[in-house]
């Protein structure tokens, strides 16, 4: 957890941490201590897209406030900074985050067996004989359309592809 205090020292007035460290997958957890009257603080970051989603908040401090930074679960290795900001902007403190590589896990007692694929079905020309003859009606059509111009011809061809590929969903499905 990291502190970060705000009017011990005057008004307006910051104290953060030069730098601290996050581990992918967890939240980077910001202690906010007031120690006078609320105040208004903004916590902005123009650098770290891509180790969280998190860019810009407005709080209201009263008292203690807790602010969770997550950090993404794919984060690589790095560091980004994260601006705290008081007095309308009169004062600033800066602390750096180090996203650390994760630690790689300890191996278990036993390892647990992969579960195998499941067979690839064999491709079967027999079932797709029906999917096909509408794929070349589509064509015939298609082609009888591209000459003639008959609307109707463009119709039917778009139906006869639209049909087969309803057909190879559901035989998909099945």
């Not at 011990?8 to 910051?14: P, Q």
Request: negative net charge.
């Amino acid at each position: 957890m990291t502190e970060i205090h705000l009017n011990r020292r005057g008004i307006n007035s910051i104290e953060v941490p030069d730098e601290v460290e996050a581990m992918p997958g967890s939240d980077l957890v910001l202690h906010i201590v007031n120690h006078a009257s609320p105040l208004h603080i903004t916590l902005a970051s123009t650098n770290s897209s891509t180790f969280t989603g998190f860019f810009h908040e407005n709080l209201y401090v009263n008292g203690n406030e807790e602010f969770r930074i997550p950090i993404r679960e794919n984060a690589y290795p790095g560091i980004f900074n994260v601006e705290v900001i008081a007095g309308y902007g009169t004062k600033r403190a800066e602390l750096r985050v180090v996203v650390r590589e994760r630690a790689a896990p300890e191996p278990g007692p036993a390892e647990v067996p992969a579960i195998p694929a499941a067979p690839a079905v064999p491709f079967r020309w027999g079932s797709s004989v029906p999917i096909l003859a509408l794929v070349a009606a589509a064509l015939v059509l298609y082609g009888l359309w591209f000459t003639l111009r008959v609307d109707l011809l463009n119709a039917a061809a778009f139906a006869a592809l639209l049909l087969g590929v309803i057909l190879t969903w559901l035989r998909q499905r099945s």
